[in-house]
Nanobody, 122 residues
């Protein structure tokens, strides 16, 4: 049974930082690309960042470039999202996802976590 469990969310003031973690079990973690998505209230879930299974290549949306960094530790079966200089518009539930394809498309990811709330107050 595959499980993805996010942690590290919370409430911070604008300009602050958080590091999200997503711990995976029940799958060969090093075989999967990992992604982070977010969903703000009343809006659709959108792509934030992704990292390849093995070589560490990453992609992210323009609005988080220079502020957010995705990384992974295959020995710990964990993917991270370091979020700096948080803005109120970053407020959302953040989800991690695992898939065979390195992609920004939600439909290519097979497994999803339950989400963790991130709130950046102004």
């Amino acid at each position: 049974q595959v499980q993805l469990v996010e942690s590290g969310g919370g409430l911070v003031q604008a300009g602050g930082s958080l590091r999200l973690s997503c711990s995976a079990s029940g799958l060969t973690f090093s075989n999967y690309a990992m992604g982070w998505f977010r969903q703000a209230p009343g809006k659709e879930r959108v792509f934030v960042a992704a990292i390849t299974a093995s070589d560490g290549s990453t992609i992210c949306i323009d609005s988080v470039k220079g502020r957010f960094t995705i990384s992974r530790d295959n020995a710990k079966n964990t993917v991270y999202l370091q979020m700096n200089s948080l803005k109120p518009e970053d407020t959302a539930v953040y989800y991690c996802a695992a898939g065979r394809v390195y992609s920004a498309l939600a439909r290519t990811y097979e497994y999803w976590g339950q989400g963790t709330q991130v709130t950046a107050s102004s």
